[in-house]
């Protein structure tokens, strides 16, 4: 059974930094696509960052230029590192494959406040 399980959230000042890790117990995860997605307070979650098999990246207009996806696929792990953040960008965030196809794992909390 596949699991992901997402870590490094917290809460921090708008401006700071915070790096995701996302652990995937995938047996092939080097050959999919994968990104972090967030779900905002009374939102919909939406995708904004993907890295493919290859390392090529795609970011939501939000996000791009202030956040940096990776991978490491030996470790079957991806990671998501967040500077200059903003208020709106506290939300819970999910790592999955893209197009999301596994059960979503119980996310981390992410909350930009004075």
């Known amino acids: 059974q596949v699991q992901l399980v997402e870590s490094g959230g917290g809460l921090v000042q708008p401006g700071g930094s915070l790096r995701l890790s996302c652990a995937a117990s995938?047996?092939?995860?080097?050959?999919?696509?994968m990104g972090w997605y967030r779900q905002g307070p009374g939102k919909q979650r939406e995708l904004v960052a993907s890295i493919t098999s290859g390392g090529s990246t795609n970011y939501a207009g939000s996000v791009k230029g202030r956040f940096t996806i990776s991978r490491d696929n030996a470790k079957k792990t991806m990671y998501l590192q967040m500077n200059s953040l903003k208020p709106e960008d506290t939300a819970v965030y999910y790592c999955?494959?893209?197009?999301?196809?596994?059960?979503w794992g119980q996310g981390t909390q992410v909350t930009v406040s004075t």
């Open positions: 999955n494959t893209d197009p999301a196809f596994y059960t």
């Open positions: 995938i047996s092939m995860f080097s050959i999919y696509t």
